[in-house]
């Protein structure tokens, strides 16, 4: 008897679907493509493409960095603030 119960438990069991992932109310939102493009990708390509992401941006840092760096206009911006009263 204790047999049938754990059975007819088992039958009773409903097996729930995973969550649908939320989807973006934009259509281009670039955050939520790349979410969407390795959503189904290994851990380790996932850590390759990320540690490239950062060395990328640490590249791009050091170029503006340089950039702003760069005494050769003589000491004057070639930005020039207007006050706007």
Not at 2 to 8: D, L
Not at 31 to 45: E, I, K, M, R
Not at 47 to 70: C, N, P, Q, T, Y
Request: aromatic content about 4%; proline content about 6%; overall charge positive.
């Amino acid at each position: 008897m204790a047999e049938s119960r754990a059975s007819s438990r088992k039958r009773r069991t409903v097996r729930r679907k995973a969550p649908e992932p939320a989807k973006c109310p934009y259509g281009f939102c670039p955050l939520c493509n790349a979410v969407d493009s390795v959503q189904g990708t290994a851990p380790d390509v996932l850590e390759h493409l990320l540690g490239a992401a950062r060395e990328f941006l640490l590249a791009a840092k050091a170029v503006i960095d340089a950039g702003s760096a760069d005494g050769s206009s003589g000491g004057r911006s070639k930005i020039e603030k207007i006050d706007i009263a």
